[in-house]
């Protein structure tokens, strides 16, 4: 690991506008400067903010950044009202890990395609312009929609997915004033700079998640992978139905580790909107969602997985 | 170099200054610094749960951890679970069932058991479940889900599940 200055943050006007690296939890951040993938000069520990509680905000519900995984999923009224994202974040890596995982740093997590970790294949994440060792290499868990020439690695998280489907805003602190942007906005595809992964600008700082008022229906978070537990996503659907006389009267759908963002196409749920489900209703929704889908050898096994999970999740949810 | 704030960290009840590099892994402090090697390092990356401590009550790898962010949190190791004079339940638990065959992962299986044991009773969910609180001995699978963050290099995961089931069982019957 290279040198750094430590300092800790006294509250958010401290954090706001620093030059140091933000550490929260530190799960993804130290094992990124173990492997020297993340070198920063400076870091500032945030833990000591505040931004860790979970209040009432209008008809919904404001996570503070600083709130742990683990407190997130396990609160009362996030079971009750937005299960899909306590779902999701329990599907997601170890108990150990989700209670010093923090809202803001498991949304600013980064990918793990096996070419940015390693810290000497080419690529154009870690050094933009040295090209990408995982086309035409080990491509297994790599993204089918949103790809670009420079990258075609994915966001490899759970919770952000929930949020996506749910509609949620990340609520963010700048030096001059402070923004929200809806989750599914917030990541962004890799283009010809697939160094950003989302829109933070420096010195930003993540205050929180607002979920917006609940919303009826049955909310699944489907997650497929190599192993049972403790293993990162092949892919996942995030769903919000709600049935009415035998129709879909209301979807929110997204999908995760198919892209450099969680997937979120607002077509397939107005195609599903008004319609009795089957199984040919099912198999368009999956050929809009795969219309531009494309394999890089190791990972065009994910089309017709994302078809398959996504007619499960809506067979379950409908019950057809 | 900027000034580095000391830590002052409480490890199974007593306190210890720490002033030195910041790179330094909480779990290469509890081992190299105090000497207390039974915490384990098995992946260095949050991988395997070997190096499971509690921080203020909850578990946490200690190897994605820096000492210098621990200032005035309480720690508490396999040390502090038990020694050989005076086991806990869990770990006599784990004598009798064999819940190991090297047992270089076990400090971190009984350091994580303990602490789920406390999430039952706070009635955390998990993957598979909404809350069991109402079940004192949860099924194996349940079991297998919330310990899914310990990973056993030799499979003894029957016996691992066995050993805990066995002291939640009396704890219940106590
Ligand atoms: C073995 C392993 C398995 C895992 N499995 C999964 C899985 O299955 N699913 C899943 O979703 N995740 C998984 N994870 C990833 C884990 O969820 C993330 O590491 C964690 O959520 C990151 O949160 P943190 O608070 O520790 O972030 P940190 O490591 O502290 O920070 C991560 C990044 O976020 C930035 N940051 C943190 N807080 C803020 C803020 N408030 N404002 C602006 N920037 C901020 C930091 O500067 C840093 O760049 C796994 C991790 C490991 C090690
Ligand atoms: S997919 Fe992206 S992150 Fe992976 S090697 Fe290519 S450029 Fe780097
Ligand atoms: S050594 Fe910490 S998880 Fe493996
Ligand atoms: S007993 Fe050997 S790794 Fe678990």
Known sequence: MKAFDYARAADLPDAVGSDAKLIAGGTNLLDLMKLEVETPDALLDINRIGLDLIEPEGDGLRVGALVTNSDCAADARVRKDWPLLSKAILAGASPQLRNKATTGGNLCQRTRCGYFMDNQSPCNKREPGTGCAAQGGFNRIHAILGTSDACIATYPGDMAVALSALDAQVVIAGRSDSRTVRVRDFHVLPGDAPQHENVLQPGEVITGVTLPAPVEGVQIYRKVRDRASYAFALMSVAAVIRMDQGRIAHAQLAFGSLAHKPWHDPRIEELLKGETPTPALFDKAADLLLEDAKGYGANDFKIPLARRTLAAVLAEATGV | ?174
């Open chain 2, 1 to 174: 170099m900027a000034h580095t704030p000391a830590a002052r960290i409480a490890v199974n009840g007593t306190y210890h200054d720490y002033n030195g590099d910041p790179r330094r892994s909480l779990l290469d402090f509890l081992r190299l610094e105090l000497g207390m090697t039974g915490t384990k390092k098995g992946c260095d990356h949050g991988q395997c749960g070997a190096c499971t401590v509690h921080v203020n009550g909850r578990r946490v790898n200690s190897c994605l951890s820096l000492a210098v962010m621990h200032d005035g949190d309480e720690i508490t190791t396999i040390e502090g679970i038990g020694m050989p004079d005076k086991l806990s339940a869990l770990q006599k638990a784990f004598v009798e069932h064999d819940g190991y065959q090297c047992g270089y992962c076990t400090p971190g299986q009984i350091c994580s058991a303990a602490a789920m044991i406390e999430e039952l009773k706070a009635d955390w969910p998990s993957a598979l479940t909404e809350g069991v609180a109402s079940n004192p001995v949860p099924s194996d699978d349940e079991l297998r889900e919330r310990m899914s963050g310990n990973l056993c290099r030799c499979g003894a995961y029957d016996n691992i599940i066995a050993a805990i089931k066995d002291a939640m069982g009396k704890e219940v019957a106590s």
